[in-house]
């Protein structure tokens, strides 16, 4: 079994993956407003979340960090992901973010952005931190600017036109 950390926000538990993860992370990953910025930006079918969820899952073996899972813990409800990435091919580490329409406008992806970044700083000790966002993403876009990140160089992302928003080298007091 993997030794992945949890960390804990005032709402959150960003954790390890789990089996009965599949079905709502299939759900939102099959959602075309959750995906039209991710990847492709083409939703998924259930078989092809699982293997994104394995993907995922095997990050962290790779790299000994990568996506949590993410719940409310007042209730346990299945979030979304967020983590840090940097999968062969990405330009850069990247704070990444995605939760289901149902857990849009609480202000969830940036408290677990923010706890994702802390942990990016302090425990894995990166500097050069980004989030990857097009252009038109402008709820990723918030969220990267509530945590400091300035907007950067553009680069091609799977296939589209995405900028490189750069978090400051230390962590604003904010975030703490």
């Keep these: 079994m993997l030794n992945i950390p949890e960390l804990r926000t005032e709402r959150l538990l960003l954790r390890c993956f789990r089996p009965d993860d599949v079905e709502p992370y ?68 990247e704070i990444a973010y995605t939760l289901g329409p149902w857990a849009w406008g609480r202000g969830y992806a940036r408290e677990g952005a923010a706890a994702a970044l802390t942990f990016a700083r302090e425990v894995l000790k990166q500097r050069e931190i980004t989030s990857i966002i097009r252009p038109a993403n402008t709820a990723s876009i918030r969220v990267a600017t509530a945590l400091g990140a300035v907007p950067g160089e553009t680069v091609e992302f799977f296939g589209a036109e995405s900028v490189l928003y750069r978090y400051p080298q230390s962590l604003p007091i904010a975030v703490r």
Excluded at 73 to 82: K, P, Q
Excluded at 83 to 88: F, R
């Design 26 to 93: 299939a759900e939102m990953m099959a959602n075309p407003d959750v995906v039209r910025f991710l990847g492709a930006g083409v939703p998924l079918s259930r078989a092809d979340a699982w293997r994104q969820m394995a993907m995922l899952m095997g990050h962290w073996v790779l790299r000994g960090y990568g996506v949590w899972a993410v719940e409310e813990s007042a209730t346990g409800r299945f979030l979304g992901r967020i983590g840090c990435m940097n999968q062969e091919g990405f330009p850069a580490f």
